[in-house]
């Protein structure tokens, strides 16, 4: 039972050793948060460009003023 336990621990550590990836790395999520704050600054600009804002305040304003 010793050795079959063995030889699965051994062929467990040879098969992770082999791994060419093991995941992601610090540098990777660093990148993948850089690229969604880009995409959010991107978006908040075109919607603070367009006026947006502006447009829901006063939908909003006409929909709850009385009259």
Request: no cysteine; aromatic share 6%; proline share 1%.
């Amino acid at each position: 039972m010793t050795a079959k336990l063995s030889a699965k621990f051994t062929t467990a550590l040879t098969t992770l050793r082999d791994r060419k990836e093991a995941g992601a790395t610090g540098l990777e999520y660093a990148g993948m948060i850089a690229v969604a704050a880009l995409v959010v600054a991107l978006i908040w600009g075109a919607i603070d460009g367009a006026g947006v804002d502006s447009s829901v305040a006063n939908a909003i304003t006409d929909l709850f003023s009385p009259g």
